[in-house]
């Protein structure tokens, strides 16, 4: 936690109100970690109870979004934090805008599964389950990498997004098959590519969040760079 | 103009920096404007160097991005704004990320206009000029509230998106049939239906930044709340 520099404040106030930020912050990745599991559950099992309870829990997610932002003016308004501190704030606010798409795809893949699969076609949905808990793990590292701030991990994380994205486009030219053999498979095989397009956006969800790190440890904008960029900068440095 | 308070300051120079940022903002949004205005001009005209022209530059609209993120950290580190400079400061972080992804879908129109469409269903793209005009439109009036901060005028907007949306389902109903007609025109047909879902998500954004106007103005986060619910909250103060 040393790359933090939390605990070098005069005011012991300060960073209380810093740490109970960043414990708001794990505490709603947790959350939309859970969202998300469950989700991919729901849409497997058929669970319409589960997948119920994520819709209903999207607002919890979007609560905690408004209260971290809140909090971050706040402490800006009052104690006016300058440098690495500044930049903790601002990747926070950054974070949870992203935390908060991600659970909105939790809430979406279970309307889908509720609203639009019949009984028929929920075979569609197994080729989903193994891109799902692939960005579920992306997700439970970026939150792990995030808590520490951990540069190393960020740019293991941030490369993997390229195996979501073949996966993805594996699964697309799948489900394109379908649609070719039954012509009456067309509106479950959509939405079936609906869910594996919202799934394959957390992959780039979490390269962002990966990017706030960057800018938090090195204090640099890394974003809109080639992988390639990428990587030599972060070497230089 | 007269509800930014700007001109309010001690500092003549923290003055200029403010509107330095708000113009900044301005010509990134009327670059953007223009992208999307090209892109859509190049699908349906399938104007390839048009397309070309607009996926290079994309980098320009990127680039303002960060400059203007930087900027707003600067401001803050060095002016330590509060109430409505740090909301408007908050807004424009905020506001120039959801351009920025709304320059992303000009790219992504133009990218797969270039690549995917066969002579022969270039027919399908006109489905989606009509959409893609409505958002442009959407995308002008939210950028001339925004500088102008018009409450109401964003509020008539943040109403406009549901048309959008309606606009955006007669779409999909149609493309689906050109599917179940032909098998062969279902490739065409899913890169018709990524480009619709694009255009549409720009209504979103639009809505979302007519909600930093309402943030700004009213002092209040009203993300997340039902259209009712904003109705009755900007009703109330």
Redesign the interface.
């Known amino acids: 936690m040393e790359n933090l520099n939390l605990g070098k404040h005069i005011s012991g106030q300060f960073n209380a109100e810093l740490e109970h930020i960043r414990t708001q912050v794990m505490v709603m990745g947790g959350l939309v970690e859970q969202q998300l599991t469950d989700a991919i559950n729901a849409m497997h099992q058929a669970d319409e109870e589960l997948a119920r309870r994520v819709i209903e829990d999207d ?1 919890k997610v ?2 905690m ?2 209260a971290i ?2 909090a971050c ?1 706040r402490i ?2 009052k104690r ?4 690495s501190d ?2 903790l704030v ?1 990747a926070i ?2 974070t949870v ?1 992203e935390l908060e798409r991600i659970g909105d795809v939790a809430d979406k893949i279970c309307r889908m599964a509720l609203e639009k699969f019949s009984q028929q076609h929920k075979p569609l949905l197994v080729n989903l389950e193994s891109l799902g808990r692939h960005t579920v793990q992306m997700l439970h590292d970026v939150l792990d990498a995030f808590a520490r701030m951990d540069i190393d991990e960020a740019v293991r994380i941030y490369r993997e997004d390229k195996k979501v994205d073949q996966e993805y486009e594996g699964i ?1 030219r799948q489900l ?1 098959t379908y ?2 053999e039954d ?1 009456r498979s ?2 479950s095989v ?1 939405t079936a ?2 869910c594996a ?1 919202s799934i394959e956006r957390i992959g780039d969800r979490c390269q962002n969040i990966c990017e706030f790190i960057f800018y938090f440890v090195k204090g640099q ?1 890394f ?2 760079r080639s992988g390639d960029e990428v990587e030599s900068l972060l070497a230089k440095k």
Not at 80 to 83: G, L, M, R, V
Request: charge should be positive; proline fraction near 9%; glycine fraction near 0%.
């Open positions: 607002r979007n609560n979004e408004v932002d809140e003016v800006i308004a006016q934090p300058t440098a500044l930049r601002m606010t950054k805008s697309i394109m649609m070719m012509p067309i509106p959509l590519l609906a397009r904008d974003r809109h």
